[in-house]
């Protein structure tokens, strides 16, 4: 099975970009629908954004389209999000997930693997 681990958080400032990363290992990364989520502070964790596993097809939260971009990389087994005008809201820990192209239901749901996040905080 897939592991998942991500990187490139941290403290950024409102108007910012930041680009997350998440490298898998543990299995044949083209194999994975992979999303991103994310997770406030007394909050419920809320979809972000996933890619299909070639990378074809690409969704977003609404509150996101327009700044964040999802991709990723099979020949070097890793996924990326790229933040721009980042907003305080954006605050969150950020999780990375995997789920196989032959697994039941919409790719973006039904995650099967995941990180253990990175801290993303834009401040005002």
């Known amino acids: 099975q897939v592991q998942v681990v991500e990187s490139g958080g941290g403290l950024v400032q409102a108007g910012g970009s930041l680009r997350l990363s998440c490298a898998a290992s543990?299995?044949?990364?083209?194999?994975?629908?992979m999303g991103w989520f994310r997770q406030a502070p007394g909050k419920e964790r809320e979809f972000v954004a996933a890619?299909?596993?070639?990378?074809?097809?690409?969704k977003y939260a609404d509150s996101v389209k327009g700044r964040f971009t999802i991709s990723r990389d099979n020949a070097k087994n890793t996924l990326y999000l790229q933040m721009n005008s980042l907003k305080p809201e954006d605050t969150a820990v950020y999780y990375c997930?995997?789920?196989?192209?032959?697994?039941?239901?919409?790719?973006?749901?039904?995650?099967?693997?995941w990180g253990k996040g990175t801290q993303v905080t834009v401040s005002s």
């Open positions: 997930a995997a789920k196989l192209r032959t697994s039941g239901g919409l790719y973006y749901m039904g995650m099967e693997y």
């Open positions: 543990g299995g044949t990364f083209s194999h994975y629908n």
């Open positions: 890619i299909t596993w070639g990378g074809g097809i690409t």
